[in-house]
């Protein structure tokens, strides 16, 4: 299931950012980023439309997923 990310109160879409970004050693290229530039990179995502924030009802969990590949599989 989608959840628009505009439903999320402020803290709440920090927290979803923050434990995607921390879950696993995400590569962002040749340059480490700090957290804040990773949370102001998907947050730029989601605000695009290009990304969105999903529940797994089998796996009870969030994540954040490229919005075409998403949508593409369903």
Request: glycine share 4%.
């Amino acid at each position: 299931m989608i959840i628009p990310w505009q439903s999320l109160e402020e803290t709440t879409l920090s927290n979803v950012l923050d434990s995607v970004i921390l879950r696993e050693g995400t590569d962002y290229g040749e340059q480490e980023l700090t957290l804040a530039e990773k949370r102001a990179r998907l947050m730029a995502l989601l605000e695009a439309d290009k990304a969105v924030i999903v529940w797994s009802e089998l796996h009870q969990s969030l994540d954040i997923k490229d919005k075409k590949s998403f949508l593409g599989n369903m």
